[in-house]
């Protein structure tokens, strides 16, 4: 979701003062930052947190790269600002840096290098503001120069930053109308939180400058403000102008929602559930996880070893996916990258304060730098391990996402296979295989929703990719306490959730980059159609039957899929070079599970700059610069830079180093039990192996035994 | 999957009496039954079962119902079989009885009954067969004689027994074709294991008689005879005159696929599997389970009751799910009963040897007669209560299905919601939940497939219904051996997955029952339609955006679903009396998650007879018969009993007592990896609520603190 929000304090300089803190605070005091701070008015205590086991993050001063992917280090983020303060262009202005990440080294070299090579010259990606202008540049680490800049290549602007957002809620909370505004209602400013959606793009009166949305919440007595809209108070700010430029007042009259039952912080509940409690449960390992991350990044599991790393944009980059072959014991490449690209929020309102709610939420606001610390106990089981992010503020100062992955086994109490006989049959077999599987995670809050990325890794070779989604609703004030106060002639856009609260029914889509390679970089994408058939007069007693039929996308356009019941397919990425001991291909498989598609007009402004989420699935040649599919620039971005406008190039995909685009959608009309904080609701993809083993790779798998499970007692607390 | 199958020994008579003894032991010595018999040449060990923990079934002898829909007991079930056999049309000659359960009580007066009230007449509800006549009949217990008795009420018979089956493989087995056949591939009869594959219903021809397929395949070096078909020998056998009346042999020259790779049991494999191994991890509770069984059915749990039974045909059945209203206590009713209604397995295949292959097998075979003891560890987690099934045999005795059903509380390391606040915010917010659930599970193994049924219940109110499918490959035995000796010309009806193996595509389709009761019994099926509108011009910036529309079923016309990801809804249950505080109706809603559709012709005589999967969402109006999708008596029957039917009636819905069926649908295209045991393949929907409660029901829910988690150590054999 969808806004990130700041808070007006009546101390507001001792807001900003804590924000300067924030972006420049010490690494050893990083553990702190996000723990003490000024008192709010609402008291929020921290213990639970601790209490859950907080895990300390690691110095990581002395970090040194050990893999052509690893993240920039500290001192490699220390550098970029150094190369970049001598910089002759930015001499005399340094500029704002809203993205800064490694350049990774081309496919090619990270494929041929092995462990205990040399790494390649280590260069950082920048996305620097100046001017108005963005910069694009390549910073070479080790000759301490900038190695490439470019200057607007597409439409849009760099990622938001937190110090733009600041800026956007200070230049409103200051702006007179706005103070008239709360003052005609009854509201000081003090009390307000304001948030900062993105504009979108709706036509060349929003080119000429950044601009941003401010729109604010009544935080009296609650720290749910989201529940608690001012409706109908726009401003627009132009965020390097520092100035409003526009103001919109079209809700007086509509009250604020009250505070009762918006509190979810559990030190705040007066009352137990209504339910019988749960004992306590746990997943254990007493000898401990079965995986090893090495050298920080490089993650051991089972038959699995991937490199796994924290990106500013993305949140979470899957890397170098291998699994080891179940007859060779050779580790065999899977997936070369793998990460969320996009995250598209349109809402479904034209309201002129709800219009422009069409986020994109990696470009415009960032998944990693929206993913807070996870709670351990209860974002990630007890048996969890922790990775932070190394991320970079706009002063170019380094700071930390401490705790903002988690890695762990997971046990559902599945199985991975089974079979028995029934036993007026001589074999009396009763065999199953317990399921385990490892657990990659992180929770972006972007604003009021947040998302949760789990990528699991099975033995069986199969990747599940979920999403799940929990926070807040977007909401919107209305003078309405009732369903039936509602005049018939009124075209609500969602549901009442709570008195005076609609729930705006809003969409979903998250695309995920997927650079398959199976085997080798070079893969085919082919459909496998199953096509009905009718048998001919005499042929059978059957009348019809489906046929699997393979088509072979030989370009991109014939790699542009919309699911369709009644017209199913699976499609398989496979290496035409390689095949099994049968002749079959070897391949994966993406296998959809439940998802929505965007209905929008593909000429309304948001879909045009969505329109990656034309199609479900997208198959693009692989191109280096091709990572994001709403744009490099996707803030205020027109569309010039997706994934739909590369794909029209329809560039040759057969036997080619090929990309996957899949997106995963969701609709979501709001109900009351999405008040005051959702349920999370989830749904997932797969990649699934198919004719890549020889046969069920985890045929010999041991099930599990009585004996090797631990014995566990009650904590000393009871 | 989809064929009962049965095993010729060389002294078939040896065999024989040890089904008698399957059909007739005693309870003190039915957790005996599985794990002693007659000495298999291929040596199969069971202590690994043992090992796992084999939970020694109850002796059931003395249980006693103590609610309305509780199971009939050993001592009820005698007393159908004393009341028949002193039945006047029985007296001579006592009949096969196919099923015997409980004739439940009208459902009002279930809704009336509350604990400590005496129960209702007790009824029996018998299927029986006598010289090929079906007779349905409902035994009064109380009074000891029969209350109801219809003879051939439609086309069809009941579900075959396991009579039936040893019957129709011995017919076969004595046939002098086979013999010449089997020693023509040189193979001898004591090699083979027959199974026996239902025939669907195929036109008039096939009217007159009860027949069943029987084919066989060749157990020669390996308990997974499935891998190795004796390809093109198919007996048709009346199992009544217990004769073969049609034999073919198209396949000679097939040869049988070899045995390597087959054996699936961990003793017989001779390597580890190509992968690290993984420490031990369980789910732990060291202060044991929070759920209760009452009166052997009745679960409670968190927020949750509902009774719980096994059932011979539909395996597991949910009734009375009620859940505790979040802000008033109140116990309020969700699901009156939900079961698994019918299995439809359409194999793609019009050859003589696999065009009948369409198997329903709820109503051809049973879920509940052929799911296997559970494996404690491997099947279910540690903290797994199990249930015994009681179920009767044809001639009238009972016989346990001990561990047929496991109950446990899952925790899979996911939160059930959760909030971050960015550190920049005043609010340094860290809030999560994790998500404990309680699943009821259960495994039939149908012949070759085993399906596995989880009843997932949540605290927030969802209901998740999951199946899995494991097991074997119904596979066809093809000449070739690699892919490049396939001719271009030939049309193979499935991938090579393994020398001389072809698996064949199918399609599985699971109708449920969802008898719905939101807060009572009348309610209202409401399709809530995402329609896209366009803005009018000058309105907004906006061009488009979609708006829920709801749109009454008022008839079983408006009430027939196909999924469309471009016309895409939501499908509510309401309850048009009962609103929120609000104003919104209560109810809950049916999630659909991944799914296939059927796409064989309507025309087709296995879609005619399965005509309940032609679209994924039906609503009727509850009537007490139609608990079926594919009919009481769905064995070769003809479609005249299904869903289909009754809904072409067309009966007023609209607050009124109605039931939801909904279809979970999976294409399978088999690959190498599913050989010889397939990985578990999994897909489900939800039962959500949807202004049901009056906001997030576990706003108040605590999360897991560090101290309340157990201590625990290796075990002891470490």
Redesign the interface.
């Known amino acids: 979701m969808e806004a ?4 007006l ?1 009546c101390a507001f300089i001792f ?1 900003t003062a804590l ?1 300067l803190l ?1 972006l420049s605070w010490h690494p050893l005091n990083n553990s702190d ?3 003490t ?2 008192k ?1 008015r ?1 008291r ?1 205590k ?1 213990s ?2 601790l ?3 907080f895990h300390k993050p690691k110095n990581h001063l002395k970090d040194n790269p050990s893999h052509p992917l690893d993240p920039l280090t500290v001192q490699e983020i220390n550098k970029v600002r150094t190369v970049l303060s001598s910089y002759e262009p930015f001499l005399s202005n340094f500029p704002a840096l809203h993205s800064v990440s490694l350049d990774e080294p081309d496919k090619d070299k990270v494929l041929s290098w092995g462990k205990g090579h040399p790494l390649f010259p280590r260069k950082a990606f920048v996305i620097a503001l100046l001017n108005g202008q963005s910069h694009v540049l390549s910073v070479d680490l080790d000759l301490g120069r900038v190695a490439n800049h470019i200057i607007n290549p597409t439409s849009g602007y760099p990622m938001v930053s ?1 110090t733009d ?2 800026t956007a809620v200070r230049v409103a909370l200051s702006h007179q109308q706005l103070n008239i505004s709360a003052a005609r209602r009854g509201l000081s400013l003090s009390e307000l ?1 304001c948030v900062t959606p993105s504009p979108g793009w ?2 060349p009166g929003e080119d000429v400058r950044r601009i941003i949305k401010v729109q604010c919440f009544l ?1 009296r007595g609650t ?1 749910n ?1 989201y529940m608690r809209p001012v409706e109908g108070l726009t401003l627009t700010v132009d965020i390097d102008k520092k100035e409003v430029v526009n103001f919109t007042d079209t809700g007086f009259g509509i009250p604020v929602p009250r505070a009762t ?1 918006t509190e ?3 030190e705040a ?1 007066d ?20 995986f090893t991350v090495e050298d920080g990044h490089i993650v ?4 699995w070893v991937f490199h796994l790393k924290p990106d500013q944009r993305a949140g979470m980059v899957i890397s170098r996916a291998t699994v ?6 050779e580790l065999r490449s899977v997936l070369y990258k793998g990460f969320a690209s996009e995250l598209f929020v349109p809402y ?5 304060n709800w ?2 709610k ?1 986020y994109m939420d990696a470009g415009e606001y960032g998944l990693g730098i ?1 993913a ?13 391990y922790y990775m932070d992010g190394t991320f970079v503020s706009s002063d170019g100062k380094y700071f930390l996402q401490p705790n903002m992955i988690c890695l ?29 599987t490892l ?1 990659a995670r992180m ?1 972006a ?1 972007v ?1 009021n929703y ?1 998302y ?1 990325f789990d990528w699991e890794f ?5 990747i599940r990719i979920k999403v ?1 989604l ?3 609703l977007m909401v919107k004030g209305t003078p309405h ?4 106060q509602i005049p018939y002639t009124e ?1 609500t ?7 005076n609260v609609i729930g705006v ?1 809003h ?1 979903h889509f998250i695309t995920f980059h997927l650079d398959m390679d199976i085997d080798e970089p070079n893969n085919t994408f082919v459909k ?1 159609n ?1 096509v ?1 058939e ?2 001919f007069p005499g ?10 039929k393979s088509h072979v996308a030989k370009t991109e356009d014939d790699a542009r899929i ?5 017209d ?1 397919s ?1 499609f398989h990425v496979i290496n035409p070079s390689k ?6 291909p070897t391949g994966y498989k993406v ?7 965007s ?3 593909h ?5 045009t700059r969505a329109a990656f989420t034309n199609n479900q699935i997208w198959v693009t040649r692989y191109n280096r610069t091709e990572q994001w599919a709403g744009g490099l620039l996707a803030y205020q971005s027109k569309g010039d830079d997706t994934l739909a406008v590369w794909s029209r190039r329809n560039r040759d995909i057969e036997n080619k180093d090929i990309v996957v685009w899949y997106t995963l959608g969701f ?1 979501h ?1 709001p ?10 609701v989830s ?1 997932s993809f797969d990649l699934k ?30």
């Open positions: 990130i929000s700041s808070t304090r807001f924000f924030f930052i996000f723990y701070s000024s709010n609402i929020t921290f639970s947190v209490e859950h086991g937190m957002l600041s939180t709706y036509g935080s720290t403000y039952y979810y912080r559990y509940q009352k137990q559930p209504e339910m019988e409690p749960i004992n306590p449960i746990s997943l254990e390992q007493p000898k401990g996880p079965s051991k599991w089972a038959n080891r072959d179940s007859e060779t014991g479904m309102d034209p309201d002129e219009y422009f069409t929206t807070m610390p996870l709670v351990p106990l209860n974002d990630c089981p007890r048996n969890s762990f086994e997971r046990y559902a109490g599945d199985a991975s296979w089974r079979h028995s006989e029934i036993p007026v049959i001589g074999f009396k077999i009763r065999e199953a295989r317990a399921k385990v657990v929770a809050s604003g947040d949760i099975q033995t069986d070779g199969l799940s929990s926070g807040m306490e009732h369903v039936y075209k856009t969602g549901p009442l959730v709570s008195e029914v969409d496998v199953l009905k009718e048998t042929e059978s007693p059957r009348k019809s039957l489906l046929r699997a919309k699911l369709k019941l009644y199913p699976e095949r099994s001991r049968l002749g079959n296998v959809p599970s439940g998802t929505a598609a209905l929008l007009d000429l309304d402004p948001p879909q609709h009309i109900c009351q039990e999405d008040f005051p904080v959702m349920p999370m749904s192996p198919v004719n890549f083993f020889e046969r069920n790779p985890i045929l010999r798998a041991p099930p599990m035994f009585e004996k090797d499970l631990p014995v566990c007692q009650p904590s000393a607390s009871f």
